[in-house]
């Protein structure tokens, strides 16, 4: 089987609710796809959704990278040489980690479509369906207390809170969301690098009556030694992800003892080869991961719940970024069922049987 033609093109995508983290607040989003045609009839779908600030990527170098590297690279290829595939282009997408997860999701999306099976299958096939949690941004306390209620009503039982900006208002949110809801839901808490060690330990103590399930990114991504602070004096598991980008990162981290748990997002790590890679490191030094994710369409969240029901080590899920997008291409491609993320039943990602592939 070869590569015969690719296609490649931007989708900018409406937020219906803006949301703000401790770093940026967040109106928009556009996501990059690509489709790989193969001469056995094969069409794999791949996307990128760069985010400068965590993958240093733009729409634009997206597509530049696209037109420069990966349309070029790939032309002519037979996709089941993944392994040197992605080895190869690696090395040329140095920095464009979505670059390259755009163009790696698309190849097994192929190869698990020659299998005539799910690609969650195709990976190990460990589970058939993933919790995920949902996220609240940085909101006023009534405003964060109407959201949780509302996303409870709709089934969901993970919650992440976002803070990091202002150290009290986050223990009061904390508080009084056990208050309301009690012990109803499990209660995550992701400061977006925002907090000191100083302030990561006291809202811990102040919220201790609350039971956070963890605690992610609470310091500085650029000093390791921060979070290896914070992990070393708290009760609550410490999860990295800014922190996270590499293989030899999650080796350096977990040598280190830096962190309890790591998110894995493969719009940051590059891709399914790339995740596997690091999951395998966290498995063999007993950490547990989640897999994240960006403001990604259905088709990348996708790509992120079938790597996540294919490994034992995964404990996590952090799949929502495609809940609030308004006109997404791939919308209703993963199924939600009270806060529970099944993967399509048809080949590869499943773009098979979704309209939006046969355009």
């Known amino acids: 089987m070869k590569i015969t033609k690719l296609e490649c093109w931007q989708v900018d995508l409406r937020l219906q609710e803006s949301y703000e983290i401790a770093y940026e607040t967040v109106h928009k989003c556009s996501n990059v796809y690509l489709k790989i045609y193969t001469d056995k009839g094969f069409i794999g779908w791949g996307c990128a959704a760069p985010d400068l600030p965590v993958t240093g990527e733009t729409t634009a170098t997206v597509l530049e990278k696209y037109s420069t590297i990966i349309e070029p690279y790939l032309k002519e290829r037979n996709p089941f040489h993944y392994a040197l595939i992605n080895d190869e282009m690696k090395n040329l997408l140095t920095g464009n980690p979505s670059a390259l997860a755009m163009a790696d999701m698309a190849i097994y999306d192929i190869l698990a479509q020659y299998a005539r099976m799910p690609l969650y299958q195709f990976l190990g096939g460990y589970r058939d369906s993933f919790p995920t949690s949902i996220t ?49 839901v499990e209660l995550r808490f992701d400061a977006n690098q925002g907090y ?164």
């Not at 399930?213 to 990295?240: D, F, R, Y």
């Not at 596997?276 to 403001?295: L, P, Q, R, T, Y």
């Open 136 to 184: 609240i941004g940085i909101l006023p306390l009534q405003e964060t207390l109407d959201k949780a209620e509302k996303f409870i009503k709709q089934g969901f039982n993970i919650l992440k809170l976002k803070g990091g900006n202002d150290l009290e208002s986050d223990i009061e949110k904390v508080l009084k969301f056990r208050e309301k809801f009690g012990n109803v």
């Open 196 to 359: 000191s060690v100083e302030d990561s330990m006291q809202f811990i103590q102040s919220t201790k009556s609350a039971d956070i399930e963890l605690l992610e990114q609470p310091t500085n991504s650029k000093n390791e030694e921060l979070l290896k602070k914070v992990t070393t004096n708290i009760h609550v598991q410490v999860m990295a992800d800014e922190s996270l980008m590499t293989l030899d990162d999650v080796f350096r981290l977990t040598s280190n003892e830096c962190m309890d748990l790591i998110n894995i997002k493969l719009m940051k790590v590059g891709g399914i080869t790339e995740a596997v890679h690091i999951n395998s490191v966290a498995k063999a030094a007993g950490i547990e991961a989640m897999v994240g994710c960006m403001d990604e369409s259905a088709l990348g969240i996708c790509a992120g719940l079938h790597f996540a029901l294919s490994r034992p080590n995964i404990f996590y899920a952090d799949l929502d970024g495609h809940f609030d997008l308004a006109d997404d291409p791939f919308q209703g491609l993963v199924k939600v069922k009270k806060g529970v993320l099944f993967p399509p039943d048809s080949y590869g990602l499943g773009t098979v049987d979704h309209p939006f592939s046969r355009k």
